[in-house]
C-alpha cells in the first residue's frame, strides 16, 4: 500500500462530472490549477489528464481541512473526497461547469514549487524552456488533447489493419548498415570490436523479407532514425505506420490506404473524408503546381507560356530555351494591389531557388504595367495574358530558366503568394491526393551517377523496362506518395520481386555484383527462394497526427522530442560517456 495514499482511492476523474453525478461523495486527484480565496469561501480548480473541476471549501469544513487548504499552491499534488453538488455561478465554457465538490475531506500528495512556464493553454514561452521543462510542458491540457489524438489514432490504425488481416510484427532495432539515403544512426558492438550497428531508417528489407516468409500482410507502428538536418516537421527519431502485402498491385495498395485514412479521420475527428483520393502523376504535379506535394486547396497552377514567348528576342527567354528550358508563369487573382516593394521581394524570394529572377505583368484595370514590355511584342503580350486567363487585377508572374528550376522556383512562389495573400487562412479542409509515376532513378551530379530517388528495390513501370539501361532517367517508378495539403503524409511502392531485373537495377545505380551482395546480400539470398510480388507504404504518424492537432511543428507530437540541433535540453543527450565505456568497446575519439 503507497504511504502517500494508505488506502484512498480514487473514484472519478475531474473531467468527467456532470449534473448526473450530483449527491455522489467521490474522490478525485490531480492537480491545483489555481486557488481563489473570497473570505469565506476557498475555491480551488483541480486539474487531470480529463479536464478540470472546481472544488470549494465552505465555511463549515473542519479545521483540519481548511489549514491544509490554506497551504496548498497551484501545481501542488492533491487528493479530495466530498459531494458533488450543483454550481451557484455555472460555467458554461467547463464541460463541468454545471457542478463542483464540496470539500469533506483533502490530502496533500506532493507539494510543488514555482513552475518555471505556466501551465495553461496556448502558452507563449520559449521553445527551449518547454523542451527543457517538457514533464511540466505535457501537463498543459492542449498538449494532453494532443496526445489522446495521437493514442485515439494509432488504436483506429490497428484496429482497421487487424479486420484487413494484416499481422502485427516486429523487427530489429539494431541491423546492418545500409546507406543509400540518409546517414545512419551507428551502435558499437561490445562483443565484435570495430564493428556497428545500424539504427533502421526504416525496416524496408526486414519487411520485404516477411513477404518471403509468407506473411502475405504485416504492419508495425515502428520507431526510425535518420541522422539529417532537422526542421519543423523532421526529428532525428520518428514513428512510421509501416505495411507491406503480397500479390497485390499498385491499386490494391492505395485503395486499402484510402480506406484506411478515412476510418482513422472519422474515428478520431469524426471528420468525412472523401474517397477515392485525387490522383496526379509526378510529371502532371511538377508542371501545374511545381511541386511532387502540391497543396491542392487552391488553384493559382503554373501555366507553360514558351509557345508564345518561342520566338521572343528577349534575352531571358532566349537563354531559357538554348538549354532546353521553359518559361512559365502563374497568375495571381486581384495581385495588382501589389506594390512595386512586394513585387521585388518575391524577385528576391524565387532567387533562393537559383531562379535568376521574376519578370512580372500587372493588368491594373485596362491598363498594363510590365518592367518586360518593352521587349515584347503585343501579340506576345496579349498572348501571355490570354495563356494564363488573365483578368483585369490580376498579377502575371514569370520564370524562365531549365524546367527543374522553373518548377522549384514557381512551386514556392505560389505558396509564398497563397501565405502573403491569407488565401488559406481559414481554410479546414483535409485535401488527398496520390501523385504517382515517380522517376525510378535522379542524376548526382557530384558522383556522376544515378541514384535511386527511393530506394533499389523500387520496381519500374513495365512499359519502362526496356528503357533502364539506354535512358535510366525516363524510366517511371510503381512508385505512389500520398499528399495531404501540401505534406507527404507517407509513400511506398511496389518492390522489383525478379532478381534479374534487380540485377539490372543494381546496374544503372553503378553497384557492382560484390558491392550489391556485400550490402544487400541477405536480401537477394532470400530472393532466390520464390519471393512474392509485393508492394507496401509508410506514413508518418507524426505528420498525421500534426495534421489532426491543427499545429505544424512535429515537436509538439512526440512526447520528448529533440530540438532542431537533433539535442534534448530535457536529459542533455548526446552527452560524454565514462572513459572505461569507450575502453569496452575499443573507441578512441580524436579531438
Known amino acids: 500500500m503507497s504511504e502517500a ?88 465554457n467547463m464541460p463541468t461547469g454545471m457542478v463542483e465538490l464540496n470539500v469533506e475531506n483533502i490530502k496533500i500528495l506532493s507539494e510543488s514549487e514555482t513552475p518555471p512556464i505556466y501551465i495553461k493553454e496556448n502558452l507563449d514561452a520559449a521553445e527551449s524552456i518547454r523542451l527543457k521543462y517538457r514533464y511540466l510542458d505535457l501537463r498543459r491540457p492542449d498538449m494532453q488533447s494532443i496526445f489522446y489524438i495521437r493514442h485515439k489514432a494509432s488504436k483506429a490504425i490497428r484496429d482497421f489493419l487487424d479486420k484487413e488481416g494484416f499481422l502485427e510484427i516486429e523487427t530489429p532495432m539494431l541491423t546492418k548498415s545500409t546507406p543509400e539515403g540518409a546517414r545512419d544512426y551507428l551502435v558499437p558492438s561490445r562483443n565484435y570490436e570495430g564493428m556497428f550497428y545500424a539504427l533502421p531508417q526504416s525496416p524496408q528489407l526486414f519487411k520485404q ?30 514513428t512510421q505506420v509501416d505495411l507491406e502485402m503480397s500479390f497485390v498491385e499498385v491499386d490494391d495498395i492505395m485503395t486499402l490506404n484510402e480506406r484506411l485514412i478515412s476510418k482513422v479521420f472519422k474515428e478520431v475527428l469524426d471528420v468525412d473524408v472523401e474517397i477515392p483520393f485525387k490522383r496526379l502523376t509526378y510529371k502532371d504535379a511538377m508542371e ?223 553497384f557492382t555484383s560484390e558491392s550489391a551482395w556485400e550490402r544487400f546480400g541477405f536480401l537477394l539470398e532470400a530472393f532466390k527462394f520464390g519471393p512474392p510480388p509485393h508492394g507496401g507504404l509508410a506514413f508518418g504518424l507524426d505528420r498525421i497526427v500534426m495534421f489532426m492537432a491543427g499545429t505544424d511543428n512535429i515537436k509538439d507530437v512526440i512526447a520528448f522530442p529533440k530540438n532542431q540541433n537533433a539535442f534534448c535540453p530535457l536529459t542533455e543527450a548526446p552527452n560524454v560517456v565514462d572513459l572505461k565505456q569507450l575502453n569496452e568497446l575499443g573507441i578512441t575519439l580524436i579531438k
Open 5 to 92: 495514499l494508505n488506502g484512498l482511492k480514487r473514484t472519478k476523474m475531474c473531467g468527467e462530472l456532470r449534473e448526473e453525478n450530483i449527491g455522489e461523495t467521490i474522490t478525485i486527484m490531480g492537480w491545483v490549477q489555481r486557488k481563489r480565496n473570497l473570505g469565506g469561501l476557498l475555491f480551488m480548480d483541480l486539474r487531470d489528464r480529463t479536464g478540470m473541476l472546481q472544488v470549494v471549501f465552505k465555511e463549515d469544513v473542519a479545521e483540519e481541512v481548511a489549514i491544509k487548504g490554506d497551504v496548498i499552491r497551484p501545481e501542488y499534488c492533491i487528493a479530495v473526497t466530498g459531494v458533488v453538488v450543483k454550481r451557484e455561478s455555472i460555467n458554461a
Open 209 to 238: 523479407l516477411l513477404m518471403v516468409s509468407g506473411f502475405d500482410r504485416y504492419f508495425q507502428i515502428v520507431k526510425c532514425f535518420r541522422d539529417e538536418d532537422l526542421r519543423s516537421n523532421r526529428q532525428p527519431e520518428f
Open 288 to 510: 501545374r503546381y511545381g511541386s511532387d506535394k502540391p497543396d491542392l486547396r487552391f488553384g493559382m497552377e503554373i501555366k507553360d507560356i514558351s509557345s508564345v514567348v518561342k520566338d521572343s528576342e528577349f534575352k531571358v527567354f532566349k537563354d531559357a530555351f538554348e538549354i532546353k528550358g521553359s518559361v512559365r508563369a502563374l497568375c495571381v487573382k486581384g495581385g495588382s494591389s501589389m506594390g512595386r516593394k512586394d513585387i521585388d521581394r518575391l524577385g528576391e524570394f524565387v532567387k533562393t531557388y537559383k531562379a535568376k529572377g521574376l519578370a512580372w505583368i500587372s493588368l491594373k484595370d485596362e491598363e498594363i504595367k510590365s518592367q518586360i514590355s518593352k521587349f515584347l511584342s503585343e501579340d506576345e503580350l496579349n498572348g501571355i495574358i490570354q495563356s494564363v486567363e488573365g483578368k483585369p487585377g490580376d498579377l502575371i508572374l514569370i520564370v524562365a530558366d531549365k524546367n527543374s528550376v522553373v518548377f522549384q522556383a514557381l512551386g514556392a512562389l505560389r505558396l509564398e503568394i497563397a501565405k502573403k495573400l491569407e488565401i488559406l487562412k481559414d481554410n479546414k479542409e483535409f485535401n488527398f491526393s496520390w501523385v504517382t509515376e515517380f522517376p525510378l532513378v535522379e542524376y548526382n551530379e557530384e558522383e556522376n551517377r544515378f541514384q535511386a530517388a527511393h530506394h533499389p528495390f523500387t520496381s519500374p513501370m513495365d512499359e519502362d523496362i526496356k528503357y533502364l539501361e539506354s535512358d535510366p532517367g525516363r524510366v517511371r517508378a510503381k512508385a505512389y506518395d500520398m499528399v495531404l495539403n501540401g505534406e507527404e503524409l507517407g509513400g511506398g511502392s511496389i518492390r522489383i520481386h525478379d532478381s534479374k531485373l534487380q540485377e539490372r537495377m543494381f546496374n544503372v545505380l553503378g
